[in-house]
């Protein structure tokens, strides 16, 4: 049931705000966490969920903002080792199942991968996609 999942994203930029909006749309209860209240006007006009001006990458703003009650976390700040924290804190202290933080390190992805979270890496979906399109085996691409 959509109403159920609550989704908790933090960092409205680009992806945190297109995110936010799509899955508003769709239903989900979705709560925006940026430190820029200007970040929510990338934020589409029906936007129905709640918008928060706060850090984020705090314990006590993501405990405001009913970190304990979320099914999703999307960690999409613009500082990767903020959103390797933000992962951290929802997977080990508060178990929420869906944990996906944004980050460019494939050292990190590896490190997330071991805390139950499932990274967004765009160099690695960019590749995967590249291979996808161009029909090219991919074979064993190594991922350093």
Do not use: K, W
């Not at 993501?62 to 990767?80: D, M």
Request: aromatic content about 6%; some cysteine; glycine content about 10%.
């Amino acid at each position: 049931m959509l109403g159920s999942a609550r989704v908790m994203i933090v960092g409205c930029g680009d992806f945190g705000s297109t995110l936010a909006s799509a899955l508003s749309r769709q239903g989900f209860a979705v709560v925006a966490i940026d430190m820029r209240e200007d970040a929510f006007d990338l934020l589409d006009g029906d936007f129905d969920g709640e918008a928060v001006t706060g850090d984020g990458g705090i314990v006590s703003v993501l405990e405001e903002c009913g970190i304990a009650h979320a099914s999703y976390l999307v960690a999409a700040t613009g500082c990767e080792m903020t959103n390797f924290f933000i992962a951290e804190v929802a997977s080990e202290l508060y178990g929420v199942e869906h944990v996906l933080p944004r980050v460019e390190s494939t050292a990190l992805v590896r490190l997330l991968d071991d805390l139950n979270a499932s990274p967004i890496c765009p160099r690695l979906i960019c590749v995967d996609e590249f291979y996808r399109l161009s029909g090219l085996d991919a074979g064993s691409v190594v991922r350093s």
